[in-house]
């Protein structure tokens, strides 16, 4: 009987969505469960159980010092954080100490749970807040000056009727009109940008979306003699989304891709399915690579080029790369880049399956 109380608690220990780790006063691992492993990111053997706890965590000296401190402590901590060296993961545990009957101290218990994916999740929202405040005031501006811009360009045409006989001031008129127009299409870009997302979630094929995308970046910038690969399997599981907001996120990364490559060259997409290790269940996601032979960004550039309104073209608005995270992050997805001066760009954009579902 006593053998099945046994195995029921293991069971429950096992099972724990936490990670769990017991040892002895003298530093003898007593217990330790799937979840603990998978966090430290240690290869379970049979003969771990019985070992100094400090052997099995030898990757994670971090770890053994708290547990090491905790008989000297007056107060446990209650909720406290630790940064894992190796893998940058951060961990929020609570100690707690092991007595006997006798209420004698023989040993102590570790508690935790992955945190990157909440730290993660607070990040994206200090960056949606920034968005928010850069947001509004870009609205503010963009109506203000939408009216008078409207206004030039009207007028500008009627003066330009009026000098019909002095084709200098005709093609001067011309110009101002054409600037107008331009001016007019930042702003309704900037509308565009700042108007919260609503997405018209339904079974979406990506491979749909990249096709469409392909064709629609061709009115977007001039492609040349850019060859493009896309290698992406039939079999890819659709995922929850917006059919059109993802053509226009890959519409923008090849935009960008061309205005890079100068009309030579090739870029090439893929797409494959992914397993997402973040926390206890992990997601099914479709990884997107769009990769191109362009220039590359120096960091310093690379930093910043999701910011709205960052560019370092002359006619660009930089809000190109702000939309696309914004798609993103409607779709719970994740994005990514990797580049060197002189090494091409590759963005990598991972979008889960189910990722939206509660998003609509
Ligand atoms: N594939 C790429 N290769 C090299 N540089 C890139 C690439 N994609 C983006 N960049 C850099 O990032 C900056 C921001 O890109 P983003 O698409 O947000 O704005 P933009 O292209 O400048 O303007 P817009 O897209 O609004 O017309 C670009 O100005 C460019 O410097
Ligand atoms: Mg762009």
Request: glycine content about 8%; charged content about 30%; aromatic content about 4%.
């Given at each position: 009987m006593a053998d099945d109380g046994d195995r029921f608690f293991r069971y429950i220990v096992a099972g724990m969505r936490n990670g769990v780790l017991a040892y002895t006063r003298d530093g003898t691992l007593?217990?330790?469960?799937?979840?603990?492993?998978?966090?430290?990111?240690?290869?379970?053997?049979?003969?771990?159980l019985g070992q100094p706890v400090a052997d099995v965590l030898r990757a994670h000296p971090e770890v053994v010092r708290v547990l090491n401190s905790v008989f000297d402590l007056h107060f446990l901590p209650n909720r406290a954080e630790l940064r894992l060296r190796p893998s940058g993961r951060v961990i929020g545990y609570t100690m707690a100490l092991v007595r006997d009957d006798a209420g004698r101290v023989v040993g102590a218990a570790m508690f935790f749970k992955d945190l990157t994916r909440v730290e993660q999740i607070e990040e994206r929202e200090r960056l949606r807040d920034r968005l928010a405040a850069v947001g509004e005031m870009a609205a503010a501006i963009a109506h203000e000056v939408k009216n008078p811009l409207a206004g030039i360009e009207v007028m500008a045409g009627l003066l330009r009727r009026k000098v019909a006989d002095l084709?200098?001031?005709?093609?001067?008129?011309?110009?101002?009109?054409?600037?107008?127009?331009m001016a007019n299409a930042i702003v309704q870009e900037v509308l565009e940008f700042v108007r919260p997302i609503r997405l018209q979630v339904e079974r979406t094929a990506v491979r749909q979306a990249i096709q469409s995308a392909v064709q629609l970046a061709d009115t977007k910038?001039?492609?040349?003699?850019i060859s493009i690969d896309v290698q992406v399997p039939g079999a890819l599981p659709e995922i929850q989304g917006d059919q059109h907001q993802l053509t226009q996120l890959f519409t923008n990364l090849l935009t960008n891709a061309y205005e890079a490559m100068d009309g030579r060259g090739r870029v090439a997409i893929s797409a494959q399915a992914v397993r997402l290790d973040d926390g206890?269940?992990?997601?099914?996601?479709?990884?997107?690579?769009?990769?191109?032979?362009?220039?590359?960004?120096?960091?310093?550039?690379?930093?910043?080029?999701?910011d709205p309104f960052f560019t370092t073209k002359s006619h660009g608005s930089g809000l190109g790369l702000a939309i696309v995270r914004k798609i993103v992050d409607a779709h719970d997805g994740t994005i990514d880049l990797r580049?060197?001066?002189?090494?091409?760009?590759?963005?990598?954009?991972?979008?889960?399956?189910?990722g939206s579902a509660d998003a609509v």
């Open positions: 007593a217990l330790i469960n799937e979840e603990a492993y998978r966090i430290f990111d240690v290869t379970p053997r049979r003969t771990d084709p200098d001031a005709q093609s001067l008129l011309t110009d101002i009109i054409s600037e107008a127009k910038a001039r492609r040349g003699d206890a269940e992990g997601r099914d996601a479709v990884l997107v690579e769009l990769a191109d032979e362009g220039p590359g960004m120096p960091q310093d550039v690379a930093d910043r080029v999701f580049t060197a001066p002189g090494r091409g760009t590759m963005i990598r954009v991972t979008l889960p399956v189910t």
